[in-house]
Nanobody
């Protein structure tokens, strides 16, 4: 499966952005999917994950209550709605196939999209 995230940009603190991840291939609907991010000078970290049917979602403590992940299997697309953005959310955001809280659980990394939050 090939993945590409898009929808990033520059936003003021307190604002919102919606990221999308477009997937190629018919297997998308059978995969658990995740969002991870990498800030400048920091390691890649888990943000959110969703099971193949959207029935279970997990979030990092730092984004819980502010970010929501969802998916549309008919459109082969994964989403990340980000609200109440903070400067510390600035990072390149990636979508990937996998499940769990560690980045090593994920594969088929897509091209990331940069989110910059100005304070």
């Amino acid at each position: 499966v090939q993945l590409q995230a898009f929808g990033g940009g520059l936003v003021q603190a307190g604002g919102s952005l919606r990221l999308s991840c477009a997937a190629s291939g018919r297997a998308f609907s059978s995969y658990a999917m995740g969002w991870l991010r990498q800030a400048p000078g920091k390691e890649r970290e888990f943000v959110a994950a969703i099971t193949w049917n959207g029935g279970i979602k997990n979030y990092a403590a730092s984004v819980k209550g502010r970010f929501t992940t969802s998916r549309d299997n008919a459109k082969n697309t994964l989403y990340l709605q980000m609200d109440s953005l903070k400067a510390e959310d600035t990072a390149v955001y990636y979508c990937a196939v996998g499940w769990g809280y560690v980045s090593s659980n994920y594969r088929y990394w897509g091209r990331g999209t940069l989110v910059t939050v100005s304070s």
